[in-house]
């Protein structure tokens, strides 16, 4: 079974502290998300990574930066949190077939509360 | 950039009756997927349509690929108690890394 896994099901950070959100994946996959999900608008993209090392932004990155100096694994930071960061933060991998993505794996999800 | 929309946002059916969500894109894509996730939990794969016009079965469930690759839908027969969750379409671009999600369809079924 692929296997997604994300450090922590639940996080209360303080408003301004850096937080790091990781997440590692077991079946070789080139391509890694970061979603941040809320209620009516469905998942978006915070940042995705292709290849080690590599990193694109995705439609909300304003606040967030990514790490991947492994194929594995990859982090989410925030830089230095605020309550409008507050939310669930899910990760996925999927492989790459040289034209197009295929199912998307997903952990199981980081519930993030700043206060 | 590309935008992938899904209406209805909610849906409310009595058990037995039938459920349809549709999504539709901005751009052509290049596959379209579709996920499932219960309450509680994360997305899970269901489904992934390519070609133009396509059309696939699994048990109640029919998706539909549109002929210009713009649209897609998801149709259940028979809804049960075991369906409800909020269902995702999401949609990719040929050469493209990413995979942009719908806002989802959240079903509830009365029993």
């Known amino acids: 079974d692929v296997k997604v896994t994300q450090s922590s099901r639940y996080l209360v950070k303080r408003t301004g502290e850096k937080v790091f959100l990781e997440c590692v994946q077991d079946?070789?996959?080139?391509?890694m998300f970061w979603y941040r999900q809320d209620p009516g608008l469905g998942l978006r993209l915070i940042y995705f990574?292709?290849?080690?090392?590599?990193?694109e932004k995705g439609d909300i990155p304003e606040g967030y930066s990514v790490s991947r100096e492994k194929k594995e694994r990859f982090s989410l930071i925030l830089e230095s949190a605020s309550t409008n960061q507050t939310s669930m933060y899910l990760c996925?991998?999927?492989?790459?077939?040289?034209?197009?993505?295929?199912?998307?794996?997903f952990g199981q999800g980081t519930r993030l509360t700043v206060v | 950039g590309q935008q992938v929309m899904q209406i209805p946002q909610y849906q409310h059916v009595q058990e037995g009756e039938d459920f349809t969500t549709y999504c539709n894109s901005s751009t052509t894509l290049s596959n379209i997927q579709w996920y499932k996730q219960r309450p509680g939990g994360h997305p899970v794969f269901l489904i992934q349509?390519?070609?133009?016009?396509e059309v696939k079965k699994q048990k109640r469930l029919t998706f539909q690929f549109g002929e210009a690759k713009k649209n897609s839908s998801l149709h259940i027969t028979a809804t049960q108690t075991t369906d409800v969750g909020t269902y995702f379409c999401a949609g990719g671009k040929t050469g493209g890394f990413k995979t942009i999600f719908g806002a989802g369809t959240r079903l509830f079924v009365k029993a």
């Open positions: 990574s292709y290849d080690v090392k590599m990193k």
């Open positions: 079946m070789d996959h080139e391509n």
């Open positions: 996925a991998s999927s492989p790459w077939t040289g034209t197009e993505n295929t199912e998307a794996f």
């Open positions: 349509l390519v070609k133009s016009g």
